[in-house]
């Protein structure tokens, strides 16, 4: 992880080299103190999405919304930050809602219930942006590559929901890394009781489904405002389909460069390449993906010390609970 780290540095600093820091800088400058604007639009933006996640967990004493966006930012910034390949966010985010009483198998259930309709939607909206790229790209020459990629997520998305609801997560788990484990000599998996049995209930309920995807497509709806808003601020004309496939497709980019912190240089590149096939100056998508850089900076860093200060309080807790009482 480190190592891909510097390379997707390597590769911010090559582009910023070859677009020239002064328009870059510009367009920053540009934009100013406006950049603060995507600060409450991100919070929105959690909102939305943890509101289809608080569908799926049900109402639980002591898990309030507000939790769950503070949760939710934990879950962004552990996996933008932290060398954990986009799923570390998910495992603290299971860990925080049981220090808060949820059971495991329930908190674990919302969660892997509410990513694969994540994965779904980012196929759904990925596809969507291909189709409004095309006419600009040219179907002929771009669907085969495209196509396979499509292919290639729609056969992963449908394996892992087959998984869960045919085989059974944990029962999966058990029969594969679980038996590796035992083959080391290693201490097996505790299974966690009732998880299979919660994710299958979850997943006869197509209502609760539904109102997740709505919440889940309110929140990408919002990640494209704050692309135009980041447009708007360092004045660079963009269409809405424009907009929207920079949109889709950048999320599309960071699901398959997981191996990089944060897509580090994987989204600046990205956006600079969706711009050269759009038409849109090169250096302006790279002064929005470097405002994008910034936004998750400026929230994801104190999160993860607000995050860091609670175990350490909640560490603090237990030790002085355990702690043997003097008579």
Request: charged letters at 15%; proline letters at 5%.
């Amino acid at each position: 992880m480190g190592a891909s780290a510097a390379v997707g540095l390597g590769l911010t600093a090559w582009l910023l080299e070859r677009l020239g820091w002064r328009p870059v800088a510009g367009l920053l400058m540009r934009a100013g103190v406006g950049l603060l604007w995507l600060v409450p639009l991100r919070f929105l933006v959690v909102a939305c999405e943890v509101r289809g996640w608080k569908v799926l967990l049900g109402p639980r004493r002591g898990v309030s919304w507000l939790l769950l966006i503070w949760l939710g930012m934990v879950r962004d910034a552990v996996n933008t930050f932290l060398p954990v390949a986009r799923v570390g966010g998910e495992f603290v985010a299971i860990r925080l809602l049981r220090l808060k009483g949820v059971s495991g198998a329930s908190a674990s259930a919302s969660v892997i219930v509410e990513t694969s309709v994540t994965l779904v939607l980012q196929v759904v909206t990925t596809l969507g942006g291909i189709a409004l790229m095309l006419p600009v790209m040219g179907a002929g020459r771009a669907l085969p590559g495209l196509g396979v990629g499509v292919v290639g997520a729609l056969i992963v998305v449908v394996a892992f929901v087959v998984v869960q609801v045919r085989v059974g997560l944990g029962t999966f788990v058990d029969r594969t890394l679980g038996r590796i484990l035992r083959m080391m000599g290693r201490e097996d998996l505790p299974l966690l009781p009732g998880l299979d049995r919660r994710v299958s209930d979850l997943y006869r309920r197509p209502a609760l489904l539904l109102r997740c995807a709505f919440w889940q497509l309110t929140g990408f709806l919002g990640g494209a405002a704050e692309v135009a808003v980041l447009a708007a601020l360092m004045h660079v004309p963009l269409t809405v389909a424009q907009v929207l496939i920079f949109e889709a497709l950048i999320q599309a980019i960071h699901s398959v460069s997981f191996i990089v912190p944060g897509a580090l240089g994987i989204q600046e590149g990205g956006f600079v390449g969706l711009a050269l096939l759009l038409g849109v100056p090169p250096d302006a998508a790279f002064g929005i993906a470097l405002g994008r850089r910034l936004r998750q900076l400026a929230i994801g860093l104190p999160v993860l010390i607000s995050w860091q200060w609670r175990e350490w309080r909640w560490r603090r807790l237990s030790s002085a609970q355990a702690a043997p009482t003097g008579g």
